[in-house]
């Protein structure tokens, strides 16, 4: 996912846990961010 404020990455992050993703990798600049989350096995 990508194309969103730093700030929403936690809720964003605890929002994907409770559909059964987990937190892969994440990368930041000049206020955006983006994520990668995988399903777990």
């Known amino acids: 996912?990508?194309?969103?404020?730093?700030?929403d990455v936690p809720l964003l992050r605890e929002a994907a846990e409770r559909l059964g993703l987990a937190f892969g990798d994440g990368r930041e600049r000049d206020g955006w961010a983006c994520i990668k989350c995988r399903r777990q096995a």
């Open 1 to 7: 996912m990508s194309g969103f404020y730093e700030k």
